[in-house]
């Protein structure tokens, strides 16, 4: 995919450097020779997603989903802002909700081997703030 955007939900950059997830279980990351492919094909990838019935996707940047408070979750998403965006931030939301809130998706942590189940950040959930920030390997929410 182009270097700053997303690949079908696997590929992302980050200041420093290119960092590859896989946001779709069982998917493998694709080489660029076959990232660029029709869109049928992306549309086929998301189609596999099994958020995709209960959540809503947005890929954005910094300076359309930018901090509006203290806090680790006080972020605003403004789609509407003139800018060339570089869609380098996975959003998502649930749909058919109250809370129109986009919430950003954080990469895992690169350096953690646990395999279980992960735990909601007990100092986000009660105070909205979080003293590790970006290192916490908590996740913010759900």
């Given at each position: 995919?182009?270097?700053?955007?997303?690949?079908?939900?696997?590929?992302?950059?980050?200041?420093?450097?290119?960092v590859?997830?896989?946001?779709?279980?069982g998917?493998?990351?694709?080489?660029?020779?076959?990232?660029?492919?029709?869109?049928?094909?992306?549309?086929?990838?998301?189609?596999?997603?099994?958020?995709?019935?209960?959540?809503?996707?947005?890929?954005a940047?910094?300076?359309?989903?930018s901090?509006?408070?203290?806090?680790?979750?006080?972020?605003?998403?403004?789609?509407?802002?003139?800018?060339?965006?570089?869609?380098?931030?996975?959003?998502?939301?649930?749909?058919?909700t109250?809370?129109?809130?986009?919430?950003?998706?954080?990469?895992?942590?690169?350096?953690?081997?646990?395999?279980?189940?992960?735990?909601?950040?007990?100092?986000?959930?009660?105070?909205?703030?979080?003293?590790?920030?970006?290192?916490?390997?908590?996740?913010?929410?759900?």
């Amino acid at each position: 995919g182009a270097a700053g955007g997303l690949d079908s939900l696997s590929e992302y950059t980050l200041p420093g450097g290119r960092v590859c997830h896989s946001f779709i279980p069982g998917m493998r990351n694709h080489s660029a020779a076959h990232s660029n492919g029709p869109a049928g094909t992306n549309l086929s990838l998301l189609s596999r997603n099994p958020l995709a019935a209960t959540h809503e996707f947005r890929q954005a940047c910094h300076a359309c989903y930018s901090r509006i408070g203290p806090r680790v979750m006080d972020y605003n998403y403004q789609p509407e802002a003139a800018h060339r965006c570089k869609r380098d931030v996975l959003l998502c939301r649930l749909k058919n909700t109250d809370d129109p809130t986009w919430k950003r998706i954080r990469p895992r942590p690169a350096r953690n081997n646990f395999l279980g189940a992960f735990v909601l950040c007990k100092e986000v959930q009660e105070r909205q703030e979080c003293q590790y920030g970006e290192n916490c390997t908590f996740a913010y929410c759900q």
